[in-house]
Each structure stands twice: as C-alpha cells, then as structure tokens.
C-alpha cells in the first residue's frame, strides 16, 4: 500500500506562482510513475504532469509545458509540483497518484494509477 497526502493548494493571482506537495509513504519501492493530475466540475480527469521515479524522468501535459515542474526528494519522499504564470484555467483540485510497476505502464493515464491523494484546491483569479 502507498499513502499519498497533498498540500499547498490555496488562492493565487494570475500569474502568480503556487506549489504543492505530496508526502508519499508505505511501499514506494514499487512505485513506478508519480503523477499530478486535476479536475474541475463537469470535466473529466485532466493529466498535468509525471515523474518516473526511479529515472526521475519527466512528461508534461501540453496546457502546462514550460509553466510547471514537477520534481521529487528521496530524503523527504516527496513530490511536488511548482506551478508559474498561473492562469484562470488553472483552477482546479490536484491529486497526487501513484502507480506500480506493471505490464505496461503510462504516465498519462489517470486509470493506470493505483493510489490517489485525497486533492487539494488550486485557485487562480483573475
């Protein structure tokens, strides 16, 4: 089992600049692919961005290529997402996810994730 908990969601001006974070315990060895993903009322499940965890390499959802980094702490066992230039689009509650080592893996698709954090509200005004 992995736990995953959120945090540093809130209230921005567009353009500003919002991090959130995720602490991650239990079995992380078998994590595969640490994702962020949003949602918005009435919209389905939106990819934002994945870290490979053992490569640490990094996929990114185009609407937020060049404006978001995602990263991870091995001695924290955290990942976070750092958001800039925030627009009103933006707007949405993130979940953390995990996903385990399997068959096929992909760092986009919200339904090979395994474990999921309980969100945290992003909101940017206009």
């Known amino acids: 089992q992995v736990q995953l908990v959120e945090s540093g969601g809130g209230l921005v001006q567009a353009g500003g600049s919002l991090r959130v974070s995720c602490a991650v315990s239990?079995?992380?060895?078998?994590?595969?692919?640490m994702g962020w993903f949003r949602r918005t009322p009435g919209k389905a499940r939106e990819f934002v961005a994945a870290?490979?965890?053992?490569?640490?390499?990094?996929y990114y959802a185009d609407s937020v290529k060049g404006r978001f980094t995602i990263s991870r702490d091995n001695a924290k066992n955290t990942v976070s997402l750092q958001m800039d230039s925030l627009k009103p689009d933006d707007t949405a509650v993130y979940y953390c996810?995990?996903?385990?080592?399997?068959?096929?893996?992909?760092?986009?698709?919200?339904?090979?994730?395994?474990?999921w954090g309980q969100g945290t509200q992003v909101t940017v005004s206009s």
């Open positions: 996810a995990a996903q385990n080592d399997k068959l096929l893996n992909s760092a986009g698709n919200p339904t090979l994730y395994d474990y």
């Open positions: 239990g079995r992380t060895f078998s994590s595969y692919y």
């Open positions: 870290i490979r965890w053992s490569s640490s390499s990094t």
